[in-house]
């Protein structure tokens, strides 16, 4: 008996569907944990040489955390009564959390071992002025201790700070400086992660780049596919010290009693599985059409939720397999495939592969890549797009989204 081929394509469109709605709740099984953000960002400040990068730090850190289920409350160039009152959102927020993470960028100080953060309008002309006009880091954190599990804090404020200099020398603060101080650790809940962007009372980079170099590094890492937060810092100090020569060593202070994975993906899930199922005989009833009409609908969508969570390239130029490309991601940005697939990979291609095997070497020399096996890859990625999310590259989503690109246009 002939099978009708359009029942058979609707059967494996479904199976698809459900598969794909699968790796959805996988992607997205986070959510049940309930993941609350404070991000602030400074840089015009008003008695101080503006700084380049803070704010753009922020806002890329806010994004970023969105897209890692976090509900994100954000200030970026506030006063110190902004930052209160953004604070002050973020406290009732938080209360209850699984996960409390808190990101600065920005100057900021210590005095007698204590940290303060710099409001755009602080101009700390006395001792006196660090209880009005700076913010306690310990009251922060204060905020985000209240029924909370796990606590994460990034504090990219180790800048050369003007204000610590002028408080020190016209208020006689003998004891101010840019350079933060390290922050006891207190025990509660599943633990603490904390991490400066330079060692205690060393200085880091604003970067010349559109990030400083320590959120660069944590921008790539955080939220890495089934990589743990204290892995993804181990990577982001190497990626630091790499780019600064040396000269900057991010500085991270953990105890956590259990294993923190901001983005967990089933890797031994297929994309794709189970058969076309056996079309239903046209006598079925009218209330079982409804039924398949209204799970289609859901899986469908399903596939367009899912397909949200493909990252978008920078530019909507034409793909071409030795031009430049602009991913939208500073580790690969201006270069082309044919550079990347003779390169080195970002990370391990497989999640707790050693170091020795593949850190250094060349991807073309794991995946004996050229152009003509590259573009039936690429192909698998065009005709289903959701397929780049099933597996992070070692080059990136992005490059797996400009190969599907790529094989669209003809693999030129």
């Not at 897209?67 to 930052?83: A, H, I, N, P, R």
């Not at 939220?223 to 790499?242: L, P, Q, Y």
């Not at 530019?315 to 940005?333: E, K, Q, R, V, W």
């Not at 289903?384 to 094989?407: E, I, M, Y």
């Amino acid at each position: 008996m002939k099978s009708d081929p359009i029942a058979l394509r609707g059967g494996f469109f479904r199976a698809a569907c459900l598969a794909a709605l699968a790796l959805l709740l996988t992607l997205t099984g986070a959510s049940a944990e309930r993941r609350v953000a404070l991000v602030l960002g400074n840089a015009q400040y008003q008695h101080a040489a503006a700084l380049a990068n803070p704010v753009r730090d922020a806002q890329a850190m806010a994004e970023r955390l969105k897209k890692l289920d976090f509900e994100v409350v954000s200030g970026f160039d506030e006063t110190k009564l902004q930052t209160q009152a953004t604070i002050a959102q973020f406290a009732k927020q938080v209360r209850g959390a699984d996960i409390a993470l808190f990101f600065y960028a920005g100057h900021g100080l210590q005095v007698s071992g204590k940290n303060y953060l710099l409001p755009v309008d602080a101009a700390l002309e006395d001792e006196t002025s660090l209880d009005f006009e700076a913010v306690s880091v310990d009251f922060v954190l204060r905020q985000m201790s209240r029924e909370t599990s796990i606590r994460l804090v990034f504090l990219d404020a180790c800048r050369d700070n003007p204000l610590a200099e002028a408080l020190a020398k016209t208020a006689g603060v003998n004891s101010a400086s840019s350079g933060l101080a390290e922050i006891p650790i207190e025990n509660g809940g599943a633990g603490t992660l904390v991490a400066f962007a330079a060692s205690p009372n060393q200085l880091a980079y604003d970067g010349s780049g559109e990030h400083s170099p320590f959120t660069a590094a944590l921008l790539q890492h955080i939220g890495e596919s089934n990589v743990s937060i204290t892995e993804a810092m181990n990577r982001v100090t190497s990626d630091v010290f790499k780019a600064t020569a040396g000269k900057q060593r991010p500085w991270i202070n953990v105890s956590l009693t259990t294993e923190v994975v901001l983005h967990k993906v089933d890797l031994n899930a297929p994309l794709i599985v189970g058969e076309a199922s056996t079309p239903q005989a046209e006598s079925g009833s009218e209330a079982r059409n409804t039924g398949a009409a209204a799970n289609q609908g859901d899986d469908q969508l399903a596939l367009d939720v899912l397909r949200q969570k493909i990252p978008k390239l920078a530019s909507d130029a034409p793909i071409l397999f030795d031009h430049p490309i602009d991913f939208g991601d500073a580790a690969i940005d201006g270069k082309s495939i044919a550079e990347l697939i003779k390169g080195k990979p970002l990370f391990s291609p497989v999640e707790g592969l050693d170091k020795s095997v593949w850190e250094g070497k060349h991807c073309d020399g794991c995946h004996e890549w050229n152009e003509a096996r590259l573009c039936d890859q690429a192909k698998n990625f065009a005709a289903n797009d959701v397929s780049v999310l099933r597996l992070q590259h070692p080059l990136g989503t992005r490059f797996k989204v400009a190969l599907a690109k790529w094989a669209q246009g003809g693999c030129k």
